[in-house]
Structure formats: structure tokens, C-alpha cells
């Protein structure tokens, strides 16, 4: 099995959307990611989290402000990519506003 990270991007942060939500809302938003959670199974690795962009460094003890529109990641395993990219059919994050997923595949490091 292949393992990929995913990166799921919004051009409205996490922290806010999750801020801004009615109870009712989070709990639909949450049962979409329970829902797709099932139906991906054991091609799920680790769920992730919610993220906020906290810092950038830019060089040798150069730290600016984290400006990503990355919200929150998983790490997902399939067999290939095409199969990876079933798993993210239909997914709940679309459900954000200016929603992306990138995903990046992991690789076997040198020597080991």
C-alpha cells in the first residue's frame, strides 16, 4: 500500500469557519466527515485535524507570519493514486468555501 498525505485548503481559514458555525452546522459538517470516515475504512491512516498556519521559516532562524491556506490534513493509504483519488470522490471538505485537496505521496527514505 501506498501512503499519501492529504492537504485539504480553503481560501477561508479552519479556525474560522469552525467559529462562525451554528451548533447545527458543526454537527452536519462533522457527520459528513464521519460519513465519508466509514466509508473509506481502513484507507485511513490517521484522520488529521483541523490546522492554523502558526509560522514560516524562511532561513537560518528567519520566522515569518504562517499565511497557508491549508486547514487540516490526513494521511491516507491506497494501492495506487487512481484508487486514492476514489477515496476523495465525493469528499465533505468541498463542502468549504474556495475548497482544494493536494496530496502528496510519501516516499521510501535512502538507506532505510
Known amino acids: 500500500m501506498k501512503k499519501f498525505l492529504v492537504l485539504y485548503q480553503s481560501t477561508v481559514p479552519a479556525s474560522e469557519q469552525m467559529r462562525h458555525a451554528t451548533p447545527e452546522q458543526a454537527k452536519a459538517g462533522m457527520d459528513a466527515w464521519m460519513s465519508w470516515a466509514g466509508r473509506v475504512g481502513s484507507g485511513i491512516v490517521d484522520m488529521g485535524s483541523p490546522v492554523a498556519a502558526a509560522a514560516k521559516l524562511t532561513g537560518q532562524d528567519q520566522i515569518g ?29 468541498f463542502m468549504a468555501p474556495g475548497a482544494s485537496i493536494e496530496v502528496f505521496e510519501f516516499l521510501p527514505m535512502p538507506g532505510m
Open 65 to 93: 507570519a504562517g499565511n497557508s491556506q491549508v486547514g487540516g490534513y490526513s494521511i491516507l493509504q491506497a494501492e495506487s493514486k487512481d484508487a486514492l483519488m476514489g477515496l476523495l470522490k465525493n469528499h465533505p471538505h
